[in-house]
């Protein structure tokens, strides 16, 4: 059983080295995006063995997480765990997140923080607050409930995003040939409501297991400020509209 | 009388503009006949005031210059809806651009197609 990490990076030369050097001995093989970082992300992901794949330009996370996830699907895994670059998780309980695909009978694990099994280091109300909307803002579009719906730490089989990602729709040119897309068309953060919500659609398992979460000054920099909340939250009712 | 001679004078450059563009295939045949007819509507609401008066009174509004600001806040609210559909569609194009490059360059030789075997 092939297992792949996929980590979405920008600007991330402090942390990647030390998140891959974490996902070592838990992965086959590590994808780092370089979402068009002016610093030496891809470098350092290189200097750690990581296969790179390098955005000309920035596009967000959805975006690089949907590259790093086809190239994935691409290169013959068969269980897919992503994990942000910022250092805020733990690659160790990559073990733990992958464990209920293993079992089988889930196609998708969600990486918990607030499950009360979860150990928290550093995160302020205000983060806590985004989260609680995003999770507010999921339940309102696709009718679910998760504690965490914003966590980026998270496992797929690869059938499971065979599925909700519809490889090879890229560069269809006349919308009147392919008359639906999937819908898993974010770009920005929104990409972690919108895969919970076209999972469910398609009658995926989603579980959820407790994680280790460390917020460090650095990473509470790096993450979703309100203005970006408020703009993820206006393009998931957007596109949700225009359905 | 002043207000007509120069609003009627804009359409007309206006139109011209538009008839140039039409006629240097820059717009389609349809999005030509919108426009034509979005200006002759202009232009008949200014040489006219009275009908449109009439109208507003069919449609339970007053006065037919508040008929000509509803009827523009509607289409400005369409024209930027239909920008804002455009502009998300062009992004995620450029997002499927910059994608099928980073896969390619990484290589991956046939970035869209769905069968695994086809990687490099």
Redesign the interface.
């Known amino acids: 059983m092939t297992i792949v990490v996929v980590i979405p990076a920008f600007n991330e030369s402090r942390t990647i080295a030390g998140v891959l050097q974490g996902c070592r001995g838990h992965a086959q093989e590590s994808i780092v995006?370089d979402d068009g970082s002016w610093d030496d992300t891809a470098l350092r992901a290189r200097e750690q063995g990581a296969?790179?794949?390098?955005?000309?330009?920035n596009?967000?996370y959805g975006?690089a997480l949907?590259?790093g996830i086809?190239?994935a699907?691409?290169?013959?895994a068969d269980i897919i765990v992503t994990i942000d670059a910022d250092g805020q998780h733990e690659p160790a309980e990559i073990k733990n997140i992958i464990e209920p695909l293993k079992r089988g009978g889930v196609d998708m694990v969600i990486g918990n923080r607030f499950s009360a099994q979860s150990t928290r280091e550093g995160m302020s109300v205000l983060r806590k607050l985004f989260i609680t909307a995003g999770n507010i803002l999921t339940w309102m579009l696709y009718g679910v409930w998760f504690s965490d719906t914003q966590s980026g730490f998270r496992a797929y089989t690869r059938q499971a995003l065979e599925k909700v990602i519809d490889?090879?729709?890229?560069?269809r040119v006349s919308p009147r040939e392919f008359p639906r897309e999937s819908a898993l068309?974010a770009?920005g953060m929104e990409f972690s409501s919108e895969v919970i919500g076209e999972a469910m659609r398609r009658g995926l398992t989603i579980t959820t297991i407790p994680i280790t979460i460390r917020y460090t000054n650095y990473s509470l920099a790096k993450g979703q400020n309100f203005f970006e909340g408020v703009r993820t939250a206006l393009r998931l009712f957007?596109r949700r509209l225009?359905r | 009388m002043l207000f007509q001679i120069i609003s009627l004078l804009l359409i007309i450059l206006i139109v011209s503009r538009i008839v140039l563009r039409f006629v240097r295939h820059e717009i389609g045949s349809r999005e030509f006949i919108y426009w034509i007819l979005f200006w002759f509507l202009a232009a008949a609401a200014i040489l006219t005031p009275d009908a449109l008066t009439r109208i507003a009174n069919i449609l339970g509004i007053g006065r037919g210059a508040d008929l000509a600001f509803y009827s523009s806040f509607v289409i400005v609210a369409y024209v930027l809806f239909r920008i804002v559909v455009r502009m998300d569609r062009i992004e995620r194009d450029i997002t499927k651009i910059v994608r099928h490059i980073a896969l390619h360059e990484g290589g991956i030789q046939n970035p869209n197609s769905k069968n695994q075997n086809d990687n490099g």
Do not use: D, P, S, Y
């Open positions: 995006v296969v790179v794949f390098m955005h000309l330009i596009r967000g975006a949907r590259t086809e190239a699907l691409k290169r013959g490889v090879g729709q890229n560069f068309q770009e957007a225009l």
